[in-house]
T-cell receptor
C-alpha cells in the first residue's frame, strides 16, 4: 500500500542537541511538506519541496533544516537554534498541480 | 500574507446538537478550500471546495464555500461523541509553489 511513513512516532531530545525526523513516501509524489502543530493551534508550514534537490522556507523555518536528495525522502532536522522545539510534526506530500495531499502519522518531539 | 481564520476555536455541545464551524480566508491565488478532521494524529480529509454555492455532503456533514465573501462553513447535524476532534480548514494556494495554508483549528467536544 502506498503512503507516507514518519519515524519515530515519539522522540525525546535534550536541550542543545540536533535531531532528525524521517519522512518517506512511496506515492511518487513530487511535492513534500513539513508542518508543525502546537497545542490548540493549526498547522504551520516549516519547509516544502516541489522537486528533488530544491526546497523553500515556509512561515516558520528558523531553527530547522531539510534536504531532498531523493524523491521519496524529505528529512527534517530540528537544530539547537530552534528555541521551542517541543511540538507535533507532520509531513505531507502531493502531486504538483493537484489538491490530493497525503499526511503521515506525525512525530511528537519533546525536549527534556 | 496568506491568512486563514477559524471560529470558534473551541466548542462544547451535547450529543444530538447541530454545530456550524466557520472558516474565513484572505489569500492570493486561491485554488481550493479543504476541511480535515484530526483526532489524534494525521488529519483525515473531509471535503474539497472549489466553487461557490455548491454544497458538498457526506452523511451528517456538509460544507459550502462563498468565494465572494471569502468564507466556508462546515455543518455537522445530529452530533455524536465520535465527532469530537479538531477540525482544520486549509486553503490550497499557488504562489510560485503550491501549498496548504491552515487555520488554527476548531476543537469540537461532544458530550453524551
Amino acid at each position: 500500500d502506498g503512503g507516507i511513513t514518519q519515524s519515530p512516532k515519539y522522540l525525546f531530545r535534550k536541550e542543545g542537541q540536533n535531531v532528525t525526523l524521517s519522512c518517506e513516501q512511496n506515492l511518487n509524489h513530487d511535492a513534500m511538506y513539513w508542518y508543525r502543530q502546537d497545542p490548540g493551534q493549526g498547522l504551520r508550514l516549516i519547509y516544502y519541496s516541489q522537486i528533488v534537490n530544491d526546497f523553500q522556507k515556509g512561515d516558520i523555518a528558523e531553527g530547522y533544516s531539510v534536504s531532498r536528495e531523493k524523491k521519496e525522502s524529505f528529512p527534517l532536522t530540528v537544530t539547537s537554534a530552534q528555541k521551542n522545539p517541543t511540538a507535533f510534526y507532520l509531513c505531507a506530500s502531493s502531486i504538483q498541480g493537484t489538491t490530493g495531499y497525503t499526511f503521515g502519522s506525525g512525530t511528537r518531539l519533546t525536549v527534556v | 500574507e496568506d491568512k486563514v481564520v477559524q471560529s470558534p476555536l473551541s466548542l462544547v455541545v451535547h450529543e444530538g446538537d447541530t454545530v456550524t464551524l466557520n472558516c474565513s480566508y484572505e489569500v492570493t491565488n486561491f485554488r481550493s478550500l479543504l476541511w480535515y478532521k484530526q483526532e489524534k494524529k494525521a488529519p483525515t480529509f473531509l471535503f474539497m471546495l472549489t466553487s461557490s454555492g455548491i454544497e458538498k455532503k457526506s452523511g451528517r456533514l456538509s460544507s459550502i464555500l462563498d468565494k465572494k465573501e471569502l468564507f466556508s462553513i462546515l455543518n455537522i447535524t445530529a452530533t455524536q461523541t465520535g465527532d469530537s476532534a479538531v477540525y482544520l480548514c486549509a486553503v490550497d494556494v499557488i504562489q510560485g509553489a503550491q501549498k496548504l495554508v491552515f487555520g488554527q483549528g476548531t476543537r469540537l467536544t461532544i458530550n453524551p
